[in-house]
């Protein structure tokens, strides 16, 4: 079942690069294991899936004591408190949430001296939703510029939660403001940002499309949540 979801959506990916001219080498499956148990993100690791993303923080840490044994990459993908910070940067390589600067400060200032920088992409509310969290598209780059400038961080890129597009022309759309966004805040920092992490298991393909370089999928590997 598990072999077989995640066969079916590494396919899906390749298809998609190969309509799209992508290399498949540059776009990352993050699998999405919140809600999902240990036992099966150990079986998705015995696949050759290594990287996985975590939204909930005391149940990533209980998972990273279970799997200590395995060398997986650790994402954080939910939203931060920022009284959070120092655990979130004690215990992952990536944060794909990260939605004002005081947040990426704390991270930088809390990352343990033993650690490699910690990979950070900033949040970005594309469509302008009430209910979503993340940068306004307008406040990316003075962000972006101010996160590059701090220490044991590595500013990665942007991600996006897009609003719920039924065709894949309007999803696609809202991909678009986001490659656009980094393209713009690129041309005004040192090092350019080279990740985009967008599209889940209902818009994989459009977000290839647009330039993913990371797609974090859930549901299409592990079946429903609870
Ligand atoms: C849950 C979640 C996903 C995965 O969504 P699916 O639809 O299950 O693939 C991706 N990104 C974020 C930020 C999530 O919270």
């Not at 889940?200 to 999928?217: F, K, N, P, Q």
Request: aromatic residues 4%; contains cysteine; proline residues 2%.
């Amino acid at each position: 079942m598990l072999a077989d979801n995640l066969k079916l959506v590494q396919r899906n990916i390749d298809s998609a690069c190969e309509q799209y001219q992508r290399h498949q080498k540059d776009v990352l499956l993050l699998a999405v294991s919140k809600r999902k148990s240990s036992a099966l993100i150990r079986t998705a690791y015995s696949l050759g899936q290594h990287d996985f993303g975590e939204n909930y923080l005391q149940e990533a840490i209980d998972k990273q004591c279970d799997l200590n044994d395995l060398s997986i990459t650790w994402h954080y993908i939910g939203q931060i408190q920022s009284n959070k910070t120092r655990q979130i940067t004690e215990h992952f390589q990536w944060v794909h949430s990260v939605d004002r600067l005081k947040v990426a400060q704390r991270l930088s200032s809390q990352r343990p001296s033993h650690l490699d920088t910690l990979n950070i992409c900033l949040q970005v509310n594309i469509d302008a939703e009430i209910s979503k969290a993340g940068l306004k598209l307008e406040e990316v780059c003075e962000t972006a510029i101010a996160v590059s400038e701090l220490p044991n961080l590595r500013l990665r890129g942007l991600m996006a939660l897009p609003k719920a597009n039924d065709t894949l022309r309007e999803q696609r759309a809202s991909f678009a403001k986001l490659r656009d966004c980094l393209a713009t805040c690129n041309a005004q920092l040192n090092t350019p940002m080279d990740t985009l992490s967008m599209g889940m298991s209902g818009d994989l393909e459009a977000a290839i499309a647009e330039g993913a370089t990371i797609v974090r999928i859930g549901t299409a590997i592990f079946g429903a949540r609870d």
